[in-house]
T-cell receptor, first 114, second 114 residues
Framework: DAKTTQPTSMDCAEGRAANLPCNHSTISGNEYVYWYRQIHSQGPQYIIHGLKNNETNEMASLIITEDRKSSTLILPHATLRDTAVYYCIVSPRISSGSARQLTFGSGTQLTVLP | DTAVSQTPKYLVTQMGNDKSIKCEQNLGHDTMYWYKQDSKKFLKIMFSYNNKELIINETVPNRFSPKSPDKAHLNLHINSLELGDSAVYFC?????????????FGSGTRLTVV
């Protein structure tokens, strides 16, 4: 799997947009970008994924650069409940060959401030 | 309805004891996992089962033995517990063994070995 680099921590004011960057400069053509988050004392939660087009769902938006070497997860109106560790992961959508598992890095601790 | 449920939520036990953690998913997923999150918050895969068949077994002591009676259940039995086994254990499921999207995690079992 391609390696990702994320800032260790970020703060965001409540009600403002939270923009979480992720670098994945060695991403392969068949690899998607996935975002999960882990709220304190809970299991990780799937947020969104994308290949090259920007994606949006009820939780967030994902902006992927044209060269696919980096992406940004956007929480449009952050709330206190969005305080969590956010993980950016790159992986093929469906891998060929052997089975794969989701591999988590250290992520970004987002703290939403009142 | 809880999608992935694991019991117990908390488990405190003495060194040398044997204990089990149970996991059940009602999502109809084919693949289930056990992850371990240590005190430094790194999430690491331990095991993966696809349709009751073990497909991933990371470097885990053989004191840990997973069992999958059917594809909706994956239990984890731990023999001769050691202090270093103290961690939060997460069960998860996904639609298949080769996808990185749609993982659903349980709320975790905090194991404390004293």
């Amino acid at each position: 799997d391609a390696k990702t680099t994320q800032p260790t921590s970020m703060d965001c004011a409540e009600g403002r947009a939270a923009n979480l960057p992720c670098n994945h400069s060695t991403i392969s053509g068949n690899e998607y970008v996935y975002w999960y988050r882990q709220i304190h004392s809970q299991g990780p939660q799937y947020i969104i994924h994308g290949l090259k087009n920007n994606e949006t769902n009820e939780m967030a938006s994902l902006i992927i650069t044209e060269d696919r070497k980096s992406s940004t997860l956007i929480l449009p109106h952050a709330t206190l409940r969005d305080t969590a560790v956010y993980y950016c992961i790159v992986s093929p959508r469906i891998s060929s060959g052997s089975a794969r598992q989701l591999t988590f890095g250290s992520g970004t601790q987002l703290t939403v401030l009142p | 309805d809880t999608a992935v449920s694991q019991t117990p939520k908390y488990l405190v036990t003495q060194m040398g004891n044997d204990k089990s953690i149970k996991c059940e998913q009602n999502l109809g997923h084919d693949t289930m996992y056990w992850y371990k999150q240590d005190s430094k918050k790194f999430l690491k895969i331990m095991f993966s089962y696809n349709n009751k068949e073990l497909i991933i077994n990371e470097t885990v002591p053989n004191r840990f033995s997973p069992k999958s009676p059917d594809k909706a259940h994956l239990n984890l039995h731990i023999n001769s517990l050691e202090l270093g086994d103290s961690a939060v254990y997460f069960c998860a499921s996904s639609p298949g063994d080769r996808v990185a999207w749609g993982y659903t995690f349980g709320s975790g079992t905090r194991l404390t070995v004293v």
